[in-house]
């Protein structure tokens, strides 16, 4: 039987709490109001959306692929999902979805094509993920009245994002490569797992493989730049359909746009929570006070997000169980 790590419980544990929480304030009567007007119709629209993205970034995924045209996009977007749904459910995040990815398309690509591919489609996705966070929290603090709290998190968290982002640029524009570095250092000192070590040469490859990219496909990289912004244009859109049947008005694409930035940046920072329990509707509905929303939208909203997610992640989950069976 596998066992919980300590992280786990102890943040299944707050999150849970910090669920029921919420709910006492928000009250469960308007909660299921809001979910009785966004309606099976409504829903069923999230969910195009949210497949939609999945779909993009199985795009993506394939444009970063050397082995071109022997990755199906339906295998890519079955990994995606079945990827996607173990890191959703586990504390494990990216640590597990990712080599689930590329374990589900082994038998059409090579492990080592996998994982770059895997790689450089997160370097593009990463780097939107930033823009779109520093744009919607700058939108944020310039636009709205934003309590000492929030606006602490806030200019900390773009703080963080623009550090991250000067390092990267300087370890790109340098063309140092860390991970084969570091572990040439381990080697030569004798340090560290030796399985690691005797990997040396197919890490210096992958590395080459995610550094070399844009010079073997130059045409690819406009196009996986597009499939990148389009998921963030979809998750615009899906959060307005949301807002808008929930409020029975137009929301503002102001509003709605720093929504769905917010929303990342807790989907980014609180990933090893499990289906994000708790922090994703306290600060959904702190956000939305923020923005002189409706009282309990928020929680409304994350709650909503739970339902996409867990819908999403049984298909995954699903097709994961059933390639790990053919596999045998």
Not at 178 to 204: C, D, F, I, M, N
Not at 302 to 318: D, M, N, P, Q
Request: aromatic fraction near 6%; hydrophobic fraction near 55%.
């Amino acid at each position: 039987m596998t066992r919980l790590s300590p992280l786990a419980v102890v943040s299944a544990t707050i999150g849970l709490a910090l669920f029921a929480l919420m709910i006492r304030q928000a009250g469960v009567e308007p909660i299921l109001t809001g979910i009785q007007r966004l309606g099976v119709a409504g829903f069923a629209i999230v969910l195009a959306c949210a497949v939609g993205r999945m779909l993009l970034r199985a795009v993506a995924w394939t444009l970063c692929t050397d082995e071109g045209g022997r990755l199906p996009l339906g295998d890519a977007l079955r990994a995606v999902m079945a990827g996607d749904a173990i890191g959703n459910v586990t504390p494990l995040g990216l640590l597990a979805s990712e080599p689930i990815k590329a374990a589900m398309v082994r038998h059409r690509i090579s492990l080592m094509d996998a994982l770059a591919s895997i790689t450089i489609e997160n370097l593009f996705y990463t780097a939107s993920v930033v823009v779109m966070i520093a744009v919607g929290l700058a939108l944020l603090l310039l636009d709205f009245e934003v309590s000492g709290a929030l606006r602490t998190m806030s200019l900390g968290a773009l703080a963080a994002l623009a550090a991250g982002a000067i390092g990267i640029v300087v370890v790109l524009s340098r063309g140092w490569k860390p991970v084969s570095a570091t572990v040439a250092w381990l080697e030569r000192r004798q340090r560290g797992p030796a399985g690691l070590r005797s990997r040396l040469e197919k890490l210096r490859t992958l590395e080459e493989q995610v550094y070399s990219f844009h010079e073997r496909h130059p045409t690819r990289t406009p196009l996986v730049v597009g499939a990148e912004i389009g998921f963030h244009l979809l998750a615009v859109v899906e959060m307005w359909v949301t807002l808008a049947l929930l409020t029975g008005t137009a929301p503002s694409l102001l509003a709605v746009f720093i929504l769905e930035a917010v929303n990342r940046a807790i989907t980014v920072a609180f990933k090893f929570v499990p289906l994000r329990l708790g922090v994703d509707e306290a600060g959904s509905e702190l956000l939305v006070r923020t923005l002189t929303l409706p009282a309990g939208l928020g929680v409304t909203m994350a709650i909503i997000r739970k339902a996409r997610v867990l819908s999403l992640s049984s298909a995954g989950l699903w097709w994961f169980s059933t390639r790990a069976g053919n596999a045998r």
